[in-house]
C-alpha cells in the first residue's frame, strides 16, 4: 500500500540546511501537498492530460509519463484511455518517487497496463507513442539537453501523435516578469505557506529549476519538427502546451 502523506513543511524550519532541492525520500512524503499548494492549476491540468490522452492515445500504441513524479498523469491517462492494448510507460531517475508510484499503481484499480521504470528519461527509447507528457519535467534538466529530449520524443511519436509540455515560464518584459512572481508567491501565501518558507524554498530552487519564456519552448518544438504548438492553459508563470507530430 502507498505511504500516507504529510503536509508539506520542509522549509519551515530556518535552522533545517536542506541545500539544493532533490526529489528525495522527504519530498516524496510531503509532495502532493506541495505540489497542490505550489503550483496554480496543477488539478485542472492533470484531469485534462487524462481528457487529452483519451483523445489522443491509438490502439496498439504506448503513452509515456516521462518524470512521473507519483504517476498523476499516468493515473489520470490510465483511466480515461479507451483505446485497445495501449499501455503507459511512466519514468521517474528518483528511486523514492518511482518506489512510491509503483505502491500507488499496484493499489489502484485502472486496467491499462503501466510500467514505473527507474530511469534517466534520454535512456529510454521512446516507440510507437501517441501520447508523450513532459509535466514539470523539462524545466529540471540542463537547458543544453532539451533539445535533443524533444528530438527524440518527436521521433518516437506517431504521426498525429501529441507532446504535453508542462513548465514555470519565464517572460522576457521586466515588469511583466516580476508581476507574474510576486502573484505565484501571492499563491503559496493564500496556500498557507509562511514568507519564511517561499524565500527558502525559491533558493533551494535557484539553479536547479530553470524556467525559460514560451517563445523559447516553441521554437524548440518547432525546431523538433512539430506541425503545431501552442498554449493550452496558463495561470500566472505556469503554462502547458501541446504539440502534435
Not at 483511466?79 to 499503481?105: G, L
Not at 504535453?164 to 502573484?183: A, C, G, N, R
Not at 518558507?197 to 512539430?226: Q, W, Y
Request: proline content about 5%; overall charge neutral.
Amino acid at each position: 500500500m502507498p505511504a500516507p502523506t504529510k503536509p508539506d513543511k520542509l522549509f519551515s524550519d530556518p535552522l533545517n540546511q536542506t541545500g539544493g532541492f532533490q526529489f528525495d525520500q522527504k519530498v516524496v512524503e510531503v509532495f502532493p501537498d506541495m505540489i497542490k499548494r505550489s503550483v496554480p492549476g496543477y488539478t485542472t491540468i492533470i484531469s485534462m492530460i487524462g481528457n487529452l490522452a483519451e483523445r489522443y492515445a491509438s490502439s496498439g500504441s504506448r503513452c509515456y509519463d516521462l518524470g512521473c513524479s507519483l504517476g498523476a498523469a499516468t493515473l489520470a491517462m490510465r483511466h480515461r484511455i479507451q483505446a485497445a492494448d495501449c499501455a503507459i510507460v511512466a519514468v521517474d531517475n528518483s528511486e523514492p518517487m518511482v518506489a512510491q508510484c509503483r505502491a500507488i499503481i499496484a493499489a489502484d484499480s485502472g486496467e491499462v497496463p503501466v510500467q514505473v521504470l527507474c530511469s534517466d528519461l534520454q535512456e529510454v527509447a521512446i516507440e510507437r507513442a501517441s501520447v508523450v507528457v513532459l509535466n514539470f519535467t523539462l524545466q529540471f534538466i540542463q537547458p543544453d539537453r532539451r533539445q535533443q529530449i524533444l528530438a527524440a520524443i518527436y521521433r518516437g511519436l506517431l504521426p498525429g501523435g501529441v507532446l504535453i509540455l508542462s513548465e514555470k515560464v519565464s517572460f522576457d518584459d521586466p515588469h511583466h516578469h516580476q508581476l507574474m512572481i510576486e502573484l505565484h508567491h501571492n499563491f503559496k501565501r493564500a496556500n498557507g505557506y509562511s514568507e519564511l518558507e517561499v524565500s527558502r524554498k525559491r533558493s533551494a530552487l535557484e539553479n536547479v529549476l530553470i524556467p525559460e519564456t514560451l517563445d523559447a519552448h516553441r521554437r524548440r518544438l518547432k525546431s523538433a519538427g512539430f506541425a503545431s504548438c501552442d498554449v493550452w492553459f496558463q495561470c500566472f508563470n505556469f503554462a502547458s502546451l501541446i504539440a502534435v507530430k
